[in-house]
């Protein structure tokens, strides 16, 4: 019977293939003339990121946490779904792959709160839960555009979860926790106004984040680690950044009178938050997280920090160029925000390989140089 060790390497491969499909997709939407191995990889850039990258991510991590391998089915589900789709695999069988791991994504969130009821399994699970609604619309027929406050609510709702649950020793009031429970309640309230009114459920969704990102800034202990070296500096203030980019991109949402899919600010509203502030967690998170997923020690390097600021500045090119209508800025600045996401990976895999015997097995094709 395989052990739970060796599933972990086919499902991160699953995830890693996507990013990369992913990445590829966004630079030829930007307007890069690169190749294109299959017609239907362009239009397939908004479900590998979120599905195949980021759910696929998601569930390794909580099938590894749950420690059965029956939990290892849903990332593998949505991985190989969304790489499907981006092969050319026709919808009606890479949609519904996609849709079975959302579904098996919300059941390992259930039985996490059922071990440990508590609020931040409740929000872990709700998020669980708009992307398989998501999912279920995409599989309906809806466009990208129309999908996006049911994925983008369960990253917020996933990020702000995990949050919660680190931020469960500080003294922090009641009242306080309530009102990000209205604020979580607003952000589910605008999925389905959407469905009503594109425009006004929008701009629900941006109000509730500029509301969360500003809970977030306020409360999260990620500001205390601001004064500790090493480690919990670099995730404090990468967080932080995360968190002024949630509130930007939903600034620009409210000040284009909800998500607008054919202007110029489209592309600034959708990456300040999907590459600004999830890919900002993602980094914030990685260095803890991947232990944990791969069985390895992962040093701490400070060279973690040059892809944050690559990241940084190449998005904020991004922004002012779709705003001003600058397309070969955009070209530029989405190519570097690739290669932010390549260096990171980088310092990641050489903190990972400092050990020689290590990188032989590697070049030797031996899974176990990561995993034991």
Known sequence: MVSQARLRFPVLLLGLLSLVLGLWAG?????????????????????????GVLATLIGLER???????????????TG????????????SIAIPLVVAGAALLVVAFVVIHA????????????????????DVLWWYGLDIPWLIPWWGSFLVMLIAGERLELNRVLPIPASR????????????????????????????LALSWVLIAAWLLLYDVARKNLARPGLPRFIGSTLMGGYVWLAVGAGLVLGYGGIQPDSLAYDA?????FLGFVL???FAHAPVILPAVLGRPLPFRRGLYGPVAVLDASLAARVGADLMGLGTLREWAALFN??????????????????????????????????P
């Open 27 to 51: 630079l030829l939407l930007v307007g890069w003339q690169l190749p294109v191995p299959f017609l239907s990889l362009p239009g397939a850039h908004g479900p590998l990121m979120v599905n």
């Open 115 to 134: 071990r440990q009821p508590a609020l931040p399994s409740v929000v872990l699970t709700l998020g669980a839960a708009w992307l398989l609604v998501g």
């Open 177 to 204: 926790r309530r009102l990000l429970i209205a604020f979580f309640a607003l952000e589910s309230v605008s999925g389905f106004a959407s469905l009503a009114s594109f425009q006004i459920g929008t701009e629900l």
């Open 338 to 371: 690739v290669v932010a996401i390549g260096a990171f990976g980088l310092v990641l895999v050489a903190s990972l390989l400092l050990g020689t015997s290590r990188l032989r097995r590697l070049l030797a094709f031996d899974a176990s140089a990561f995993f």
């Open 280 to 282: 900002s967690m993602v």
């Open 63 to 77: 099938a590894v946490g749950l420690g059965r391998r029956a939990y290892y089915a849903s990332p593998a589900l």
């Open 80 to 91: 190989s779904g969304s790489v499907l789709l981006a092969f050319g695999a026709p919808p």
């Open 269 to 273: 509203e959708l990456h300040a938050v």
